[in-house]
């Protein structure tokens, strides 16, 4: 994310003005209810903590151990 500049969705820009172009690499994020890239299940949204997860559940298992 970083050697991207950053992710902007909105209007976020960093010191110099420039968009970050990280958004065009997240394979998750804000792509709920669309197919995995990697095994086709759909992305899901939660909140944890009051904040957005997105996840695939069949390449992200829950593991309790």
Same mark, same amino acid.
């Given at each position: 994310a970083i050697e991207h500049g950053g992710t902007s969705f909105? *209007? +976020?820009? *960093?010191?110099w003005g420039e968009a970050g172009d990280n958004y065009n690499h997240v394979r998750v +994020?804000?792509? *709920?209810?669309k197919p995995c890239g990697r095994c086709g299940t759909l992305i899901e949204r939660i909140i944890v903590a009051q904040r957005s997860t997105h996840?695939?559940?069949g390449c992200q298992k829950l593991s309790l151990e």
């Open positions: 909105n *209007d +976020y820009r *960093d010191l +994020y804000h792509q *709920d209810g996840f695939c559940p």
